[in-house]
């Protein structure tokens, strides 16, 4: 992997399998096939090709997803 993109799957807490992207310094969550968040890294760029399962991307960013509008009184 390099430092400036790569891909690690994990298992979530609840039993549901994320993806991690690192692009540059944020960190893309990919549940289910859709982006389900973005956020600044946590994970210095030196570290990340010592992930376990880190392997390179090699697809585009999935669409994100949608959300739905919760009803207000």
Do not use: W
């Amino acid at each position: 992997m390099t430092c400036r993109e790569g891909l690690v799957e994990r298992q979530s807490g609840y039993g549901e399998r994320v993806s991690l992207r690192f692009d540059g310094h944020l960190l893309h969550v990919v549940h289910n096939g859709l982006l389900a968040k973005t956020l600044a890294t946590p994970i210095p760029a030196d570290k990340r090709a010592k992930l376990h399962g880190a392997r390179i991307a090699d697809t585009e960013l999935p669409p994100t997803a949608k959300g739905f509008d919760a009803p207000r009184g």
